[in-house]
């Protein structure tokens, strides 16, 4: 990928993180992934293990470019919350915002006008929507380690791997697990769990294909219930961990 798409396909993923999008830009958002999932050999008719394989390497290819908010930055956008208001907060956020992604990918579906034929193809679509609740995800988990004061690794490619793996796994980070704080790639153990995950989240999607405007009601709806389940498990996961924050204040108050 071409620095001047990489910077294209990154910025459309960050954006689709944001739970202010429109719901217009939103579907430009997702086109853009459908273009760089074509460009990377997702034909009109792939083989299942085709598609899965290129997720898995845009997955992995943006998680370290994916924002995550520190403490101090969550406190000031949502002053006097506790860490578990805070955490609740994020999780409903996060899971309004996927299912923001269900809907605009349902849609899609139901406006063929709307889009180039070679992209509006159910492998394309059902790519794209993945990718982008993935990013959702991933930036959730990683500000719920911060609200808990659980650290993740410090440099941008070993948080990526540790985020990855935390959404594989379905909890949060282990530190004793070999290779948390100095892995910068995904072990081949690691990309196979991440393609297997990926696939279920491919079955899931399907319902975006639903017809008309009922593909996007039931394919949002399902994004919202997996990211909040997937969120709470990992609040409560990290729970008891560490010392959490009493409230959560902006830095300005005593």
Do not use: F
Request: charged share 20%; aromatic share 2%.
């Amino acid at each position: 990928m071409s620095a001047p798409d990489r910077d294209e396909v990154q910025a459309s993923l960050t954006a689709l993180t944001d739970d202010d999008l429109a719901p217009a830009q939103r579907r430009g958002k997702i086109i853009t992934l459908m273009g760089e999932l074509r460009r990377r050999g997702v034909g009109l008719v792939p083989r299942p293990a085709t598609l899965v394989r290129v997720l898995t390497d845009l997955v992995s290819d943006v998680a370290p470019h994916i924002p995550i908010r520190d403490l101090a930055t969550l406190q000031r956008h949502h002053p006097a919350l506790s860490a578990d208001a805070l955490a609740d907060k994020l999780i409903k956020t996060a899971a309004m915002t996927a299912a923001g992604v269900g809907a605009a990918g349902g849609g899609l579906a139901a406006v063929e006008w709307a889009v180039p034929p070679t992209l509006l193809t159910a492998p394309v679509l059902l790519g794209a929507e993945t990718v982008a609740v993935v990013a959702i995800e991933l930036k959730l988990i990683g500000e719920l380690h911060a609200i808990y004061g659980v650290a993740l690794p410090a440099g941008t490619m070993p948080r990526a791997v540790s985020l990855i793996q935390c959404w594989i796994q379905q909890r949060g980070i282990n530190p004793l697990s070999p290779g948390v704080g100095t892995g910068a790639v995904l072990g081949a153990a690691a990309r196979k769990q991440l393609r297997d995950q990926l696939l279920r989240r491919l079955g899931r999607n399907l319902t975006s294909l639903g017809p008309l405007l009922t593909g996007a009601a039931v394919a949002g709806y399902l994004n919202q219930r997996a990211t909040q389940a997937l969120g709470r498990q990992i609040r409560d996961d990290l729970r008891g961990r560490a010392p959490q924050i009493s409230s959560a204040r902006s830095p300005e108050q005593p």
